[in-house]
């Protein structure tokens, strides 16, 4: 397995998940470079909640589990399940999701179990139809091209995923 396709993965479950729930993809690419946000990284995804308040718990949610989505994806596609917590290349995902949790519950103890029990729902539904399928073309579609744009992505989503 290569660092591309794994990067690929990733950055499907990330999108596949965020569309699911409701938001759009902006972009995806198989690099990203450090800005305001985020450090340099293997790769990145920008998806879009429109006008929301972020300061509701089910926004929270939604936005823990697009981050895990990316982890997740991965862990399916190697085979392996490996804790975003423990794992490089995840830790940042892991802290990402862990700060936004936490402004669910004020306790690390709940928030660390509230986020393993969102990647155990995630890793059980995103092996199914339609959200593998969609995973899979959209990773070939990144690895093919290194960047999507969001008409790119809202195609191959709007194939597999009905809203």
Not at 7 to 24: D, F, Q, R
Not at 68 to 92: N, S
Request: net charge negative; proline share 4%; with cysteine.
């Amino acid at each position: 397995m290569d660092d591309e396709t794994l990067t690929a993965y990733h950055e499907s479950g990330h999108a596949v998940i965020g569309y699911a729930l409701g938001g759009k993809v902006d972009s995806m690419q198989l690099w990203g470079e450090a800005d305001d946000y985020l450090p340099e990284r293997f790769g990145d995804c920008r998806v879009n909640w429109g006008k929301v308040s972020g300061n509701t718990d089910w926004q929270r949610q939604r936005e823990i589990m697009t981050i895990l989505a990316g982890p997740v994806a991965e862990m399916i596609y190697r085979g392996e399940k490996l804790h975003p917590a423990t794992y490089g290349p995840w830790q940042h995902d892991w802290q990402t999701a862990g700060a936004i949790g936490l402004e669910i519950t004020r306790d690390p103890v709940k928030c660390t179990r509230l986020m393993e029990s969102i990647i155990v729902e995630l890793h059980r539904h995103m092996q199914k139809e339609p959200c593998w399928p969609a995973i899979a073309s959209l990773a070939d579609e990144l690895a093919a091209h290194e960047m999507l744009e969001e008409e790119q992505v809202a195609e191959v989503l709007g194939f597999w995923m009905a809203r």
